[in-house]
């Protein structure tokens, strides 16, 4: 199974490994002709401006919105959940997104750099415990469509209740960033959904 990481900016080579460590190849894709060759995608954290503007310099803005309706599973963490959004509060007038999953994202809704934190996330359909969750100038997820299910909300704390990890079809995104804590069962999750997909 080949399952690409979108390397225009970020925290692709944790993604790389973690996906290689849930026994799958993982490969960079930075062309549009390197996406035909994956059957998943995963869109990683990073500055989600930066990531919006160079798909569209590499051509790869259109090809990925396709693969995506057309059913293709994509995870996004932290930047890549902004992405995937049907909307974005806070962001830059002319940043585009994917347009994957039914919902409303607040960008940086956590605060700024030093407001970074970590902190307990149950996750629906993920056992184990509850995911020791890393947020760097995270997003949230303010509102969701009816085809959205909620997987994960912040524990404790003054961002308690907060929605932090949804699922639409073959679409995945959370806020935090797993690839960064060595825990692999979102990735081992999302590498189970692939499956199912294919």
């Excluded at 290689?20 to 060759?37: G, H």
């Excluded at 919006?52 to 919105?65: C, H, K, Y």
């Excluded at 396709?66 to 995870?75: L, Q, T």
Aim: negative net charge; aromatic residues 6%.
């Amino acid at each position: 199974m080949n399952i690409g990481v979108l390397a225009l900016q970020g925290d692709v080579r944790e993604h790389l490994a973690a996906l290689a460590e849930s026994d799958v190849l993982a490969r960079p894709i930075r062309r549009p002709e390197e996406l035909v060759d994956v059957e998943a995608l995963v869109i990683p954290g990073g500055e989600s401006t930066a990531i919006s503007n160079l798909a569209v310099s590499f051509g790869l803005l259109d090809p990925i919105r396709k693969r995506i309706a057309d059913g293709m599973p994509v995870y996004g963490s932290c930047a890549g959940m902004i992405l995937l959004a049907a909307n974005v509060l806070d962001g830059r007038p002319d940043q585009e997104s994917f347009q994957g999953i039914e919902m409303t994202v607040r960008r940086n809704a956590f605060g700024r750099q030093i407001n970074s934190f970590e902190a307990a996330v149950a996750i629906d359909d993920i056992s184990g415990g509850d995911f020791h969750a890393v947020f760097i100038r995270a997003p949230w997820v303010e509102e969701v469509g009816d085809e959205v299910r909620v997987l994960g909300r912040v524990k404790d704390g003054p961002a308690a209740g907060r929605i932090v990890a949804v699922r639409q079809g073959n679409l995945l995104a959370t806020a935090f960033h797993p690839e960064l804590t060595g825990d692999l069962r979102v990735h081992r999750y999302f590498v189970e959904m692939v499956r199912q997909a294919a």
